[in-house]
């Protein structure tokens, strides 16, 4: 099996097993052992990792120490004015500072960016629509799934009564889907184009957490959730590894790694402010009092998650056609590079390259 597809089937494995050996380990031990278990699994990885992954380089040769400071109090203060809305109310000095502070360092970041020599994140990327438009539906994807997952996951506990085993082996049908479309998303991308893939995959995100917010009660029935678990997750597993190839194959080869570390970044984000401003949405209408209570928030919050979705999925649709992809990534090239005047464009398996060989998931994702 090529690497791209193996790749996502292990990826999907470890989806899979996530909420099934947290429900054991919280449910057996404490919550706070899911944090105390990945200590010895990084340790046991670091040695196999110095001497199986081979190392790369990109052309920068000083870290942007400043870009890393302005974003992470940027993305900080907007995170904590939106987790601390509900409970402080949104007109508080605590909550309006924390916000707008928080804006006007991003904005900041983006200044900086434009006029730093070796940026953290050149801002030429987003020249591009393979870049620009996968970054957006990455976010709206985080946002709305693990927004959803993070409320649907105590709703089998506080709404239905579960144990945390049990309400995870009850997220399986969803959770297991990426172990097995997965691979075979990376297959037909190589054959299709990312495009058709990745609209398909937020299309059925969105019908699934839509039917899943119609249906949802503390006496609905788990046989009721299994197809649109189904299709959320067949949905995840259809976005995964071609978003990862889009935005790697819109970039030169030498910035790879900036362009898959913002992407990385940029979907964490979008997780982190799904689970808050979904949670802010979920106190306000519901709580922890009931059963119904607990339905009552999880029922207004979750069209949230679906819209962001559905915006997705609109995104998906500027993604450039396989046709497409090489003259929509040559928009990313530094001017240095793209030339002038007419000077030809240097043929982009002729340009800078890393020092070394890329990761092999890397050279799979640039292919398809």
């Known amino acids: 099996m090529p690497r791209s597809e193996s790749g996502g089937g292990i990826s999907g494995l470890g989806v899979a097993l996530g909420p099934l050996f947290g429900g054991a380990i919280v449910e057996g031990i404490s919550w706070q052992w899911i944090f105390w278990l990945n200590v010895p699994v990084g340790l046991a990885l670091i040695p196999l990792a110095l001497r199986r992954l081979p190392e790369s380089t990109g052309p920068d040769k000083a870290l942007d120490l400043r870009g890393l400071a302005l974003i992470g109090a940027g993305l900080f203060g907007v995170t904590f004015g939106i987790i601390r809305g509900e409970s402080l109310g949104w007109t508080s000095s605590t909550v309006l500072v924390s916000l707008i502070t928080g804006v006007i360092l991003v904005g900041a970041f983006i200044a900086w960016e434009l006029r730093t020599r070796e940026p953290m994140l050149p801002m030429r990327f987003f020249r591009a629509r393979g870049f620009s438009a996968t970054n957006g539906l990455s ?60 609209f398909a995959g937020l299309v059925l995100q969105a019908g699934g957490l839509a039917w899943i917010t119609a249906i949802s009660s503390p006496t609905t029935a788990f046989g009721d959730f299994i197809v649109p678990f189904m299709m959320a997750g067949t949905g995840m597993a259809l976005v995964f590894p071609t978003a990862a190839a889009t935005v790697v194959a819109s970039v030169r080869e030498a910035e790879t790694g900036k362009a898959s570390g913002a992407t990385n970044a940029i979907r964490e984000i979008g997780g982190v402010m799904g689970v808050a401003v979904l949670s802010s949405i979920f106190a306000a209408n519901g709580g922890f009092g009931s059963p119904q209570a607990f339905t009552d928030g999880v029922v207004a919050a979750m069209p949230v998650a679906v819209a962001v979705l559905a915006i997705g999925a609109v995104l998906a649709l500027l993604i450039p056609s396989r046709d497409e992809v090489e003259n929509d990534a040559a928009k990313t090239d530094p001017d240095d590079v793209r030339g002038s005047g007419d000077e030809p464009l240097m043929p982009r398996d002729r340009r800078q390259g890393p020092i070394g060989s890329p990761e092999p998931q890397v050279l799979a994702a640039s292919k398809s």
Not at 156 to 178: D, H, K, N, S, Y
């Open 139 to 198: 976010f709206a994807m985080f946002f709305g799934t693990f927004g959803a997952i993070f409320l649907l996951s105590q709703f089998f506990q506080v709404a239905q009564g579960l144990g945390p085993l049990e309400a995870g082996i009850r997220t399986l049908p969803w959770t297991l889907m990426p172990m097995f479309v997965a691979p075979l998303a990376g297959y037909l991308s190589d054959r299709i184009g990312t495009r058709p893939l990745i």
